[in-house]
């Protein structure tokens, strides 16, 4: 149950888009559709921004979106904003009833 | 509001307990399966455990493996995690979170400081 490997930082400028790497293994990502994404500003508790790869939350901006190639997922953040500047996590099912995260990208809006 | 409320963290002893609380409000858990995730101060998040809808399905991460234990209430509209045999690297925000495959509603956390 490895931590999935995320970039420590990202950055963009506003109205740029941002895309967010997320890598495992055939174990994980790679053997299943079942990857979330959460964004958690400083002190408060993640918010889930997207589930199963792909799918959308009620109430969250379509300019997040998730994708899944091979044993890496990605979330991309078009249209960015100064508000997106915050920390996300990935997370992966990763067989035998266990879930693992990754450890976390800082986007920085420029 | 769907909203849950974590209890029951504090300053620990290695080798000491601390039992978890957290309450549910807005929906019915016994409609989904509850998790516990933690947060090491300053780095990531660690899926913990989590318990199918009845109770009758739990998981663990390796590392808590025989030492933490997830239950559950539904009739208390609650959620537990009891913690034995506390290391220093338990030291966490610990939050409650609903569901299994994502986790769309989350606590406020409660911080567990394992230390002597």
């Known amino acids: 149950q490895s931590a999935l490997t995320q970039p420590r930082s990202v950055s963009g400028s506003p109205g740029q888009s941002v895309t967010i790497s997320c890598t495992g293994t055939s174990s994980d990502i790679g053997g299943y559709n079942y990857v979330s994404w959460y964004q958690q500003h400083p002190g408060k508790a993640p918010k889930l921004m997207i589930y199963?790869?792909?799918k959308r939350p009620s109430g969250v901006p379509d300019r997040f979106s998730g994708s899944k190639s091979g044993n890496t997922a990605s979330l991309t953040i078009s249209g960015l904003q100064a508000e997106d500047e915050v920390d996300y996590y990935c997370c992966s099912y990763a067989g035998s009833y266990a879930w693992v995260f990754g450890g976390g990208t800082k986007l920085t809006v420029l | 509001e769907v909203q849950l409320v974590e209890s029951g963290g504090g300053l620990v002893q290695p080798g000491g307990s601390l039992r978890l609380s957290c309450a549910a409000s807005?929906?019915?858990?016994?409609?989904?399966?509850m998790s516990w995730v933690r947060q090491t101060p300053g780095k990531g998040l660690e899926w913990v455990a989590n318990?199918?809808?009845?109770?009758?399905?739990?998981y663990y991460v390796d590392s808590v493996k025989g030492r933490f234990t997830i239950s559950r209430d539904n009739a208390k509209k609650s959620v537990y995690l009891q913690m034995n045999s506390l290391r220093a690297e338990d030291t966490a925000v610990y939050y409650c979170a609903r569901g299994e495959s994502w986790f769309d509603c989350w606590g406020q956390g409660t911080l567990v400081t394992v230390s002597s």
């Open positions: 199963d790869v792909t």
């Open positions: 318990i199918k809808h009845d109770g009758s399905e739990k």
């Open positions: 807005g929906f019915s858990i016994s409609n989904y399966w």
